[in-house]
């Protein structure tokens, strides 16, 4: 089953504009993940954020994480055509590399020129 | 520096058949985890190897079972396969290489079951 709920389920943007996207979570995290995934191929990771911190920045890329809500939420600012993919959310529950994940349902972004 | 290769790209086969996909990890990485995405949904963890044993499964019945070798390089294999296995199979690496808790995620295999 899914841990994690994406919001919106999709979202279509100009060129140019932010695109935010929220992640909800149900159980206790160590860490919390963000993924690209182009037209149904591989994952590519784009930030980790630990349970510990509330903020990361990598880029255009702002991540946030309110554990007490068991919520994240994924800024890209000035977003470009390039980033049109799905993003996915993934929680880990361990502090060791290979952590199972566990992933939510994905936003699907549309960045139109 | 090569990524995660998984292979074959796609493949069809026929309900009641078995299927074996391959994964070869990133270099330095010496776990594997395989990941089944139907689609539009997000992917489900199956199981995953360390030092050649099965050391974390999710919920997949045991027609899903896996291998390591030295090498780290991992087989998938389905038996038995019914027209839900029809999915993305994801083949994910992870090390002490400095990557932290992410993964490295292969392009992943097409199966369509027919």
């Known amino acids: 089953s899914q841990q994690g709920e994406e919001d919106p389920q999709a979202l279509s943007i100009q060129e140019g504009e932010n695109a935010t996207m929220n992640c909800s979570y149900k159980?206790?995290?160590?860490?919390l993940q963000w993924y690209r995934q182009n037209s149904g191929r591989g994952l590519v990771h784009l930030i980790l954020?630990?349970?510990?911190?509330r903020e990361k920045h990598s880029g255009r890329l702002r991540v946030t994480l309110d554990t007490s809500k068991k919520s994240s939420s994924l800024l890209i600012t000035a977003s470009r055509a390039a980033d049109t993919a799905s993003y996915f959310c993934?929680?880990?529950?361990?502090?060791?590399?290979?952590?199972?994940?566990?992933f939510g349902e994905g936003t699907q972004l549309t960045v139109n020129p | 520096d090569a990524g995660v290769t998984q292979s074959p790209t796609h493949l069809i086969k026929t309900r009641g058949q078995q299927v074996t996909l391959r994964c070869s990890p990133k270099?330095?990485?010496?776990?594997v985890s395989w990941y089944q995405q139907a689609l539009g949904q997000g992917p489900q963890f199956i199981f995953q190897?360390?030092?050649?044993?099965?050391?974390q499964r999710g919920n997949f019945p045991d027609r899903f079972s896996g291998h390591q070798f030295p090498n780290y390089s991992s087989e998938l294999n389905v038996n038995a396969l019914l027209l839900g296995d029809s999915a993305l199979y994801l083949c994910?690496?992870?090390?002490?290489?400095?990557?932290?808790?992410?993964?490295?995620f292969g392009s992943g295999t097409r199966l369509t079951v027919v």
């Open positions: 994910a690496s992870s090390g002490l290489t400095g990557d932290g808790y992410g993964y490295t």
């Open positions: 159980t206790s995290i160590n860490n």
């Open positions: 954020i630990r349970s510990n911190e």
């Open positions: 993934a929680t880990g529950t361990k502090e060791t590399s290979g952590s199972r994940l566990t």
């Open positions: 270099s330095g990485h010496d776990t």
């Open positions: 190897y360390y030092e050649e044993e099965e050391r």
